[in-house]
T-cell receptor, first 115, second 115 residues
């Protein structure tokens, strides 16, 4: 079955440590996205990538970094510079703009807790 | 700037009753509109989408939505709610040509279903 996987489902880290969240898709989608979800705030876009080796900042990129070395993979690193990293992180993918409908397909999410 | 407003943070309906979740958008061009549903601790699932054509669109799980350009609305409806519909619902608007395929999400409406 095609889909998006995120691992791990739950992640715990100490303050001051960097942590990398995994996102893999086998939908052959060109575009991938990272969102942060906090209670009552909907989804906020962190980074997105429309093609391999290219990515753009979203609305809340400070304290985060990404890479896109392979089409299937778009890992997100939460750095120690992120002031409030505890949240639910969602990865999504879609066909790239210009190829038609761009609904996004979401992974199951990773809940990160930093203490 | 584009925006999406879901006026109702939380709605409670009785099982078997009808449901309407409101969504208003602000967008300068023809919008691409989506409704997603999220169960607790899970990713988002696409319910339906509107790009053009018939303004009444059918989705999965018995949901439908109507696009009303004059009211800048895209309300989600279901004639008879089931207990399993309890979840959070997100409306989103996307720009296929100018925003790199990004989606802008509303704050979400949490639906509770009374037995």
């Amino acid at each position: 079955d095609g889909g998006i996987t995120q691992s791990p489902k739950y992640l715990f880290r100490k303050e001051g440590q960097n942590v990398t969240l995994s996102c893999e898709q086998n939908l052959n989608h060109d575009a991938m996205y990272w969102y942060r979800q906090d209670p009552g705030q909907g989804l906020r876009l962190i980074y997105y990538s429309q093609i391999v080796n290219d990515f753009q900042k979203g609305d809340i990129a400070e304290g985060y970094s990404v890479s896109r070395e392979k089409k299937e993979s778009f890992p997100l690193t939460v750095t120690s510079a992120q002031k409030n990293p505890t949240a639910f992180y969602l990865c999504a993918s879609s066909r790239a703009p210009g190829q038609g409908v761009n609904e996004q397909y979401f992974g199951p999410g990773t809940r990160l807790t930093v203490t | 700037a584009q925006s999406v407003t879901q006026p109702d943070i939380h709605i409670t309906v009785s099982e078997g009753a009808s449901l309407e979740l409101r969504c208003n958008y602000s967008y300068g061009a023809t919008p691409y509109l989506f409704w997603y549903v999220q169960s607790p601790g899970q990713g988002l699932q696409l319910l339906l989408k509107y790009f053009s054509g018939d303004t009444l669109v059918q989705g999965i799980k018995g949901f439908e939505a109507e696009f009303k350009r004059s009211q800048s609305s895209f309300n989600l409806r279901k004639p008879s709610v089931h207990w399993s519909d309890a979840a959070e619902y997100f409306c989103a608007v996307g720009d296929l040509y100018n925003q790199g395929g990004k989606l802008i999400f509303g704050q979400g409406t949490e639906l509770s279903v009374k037995p």
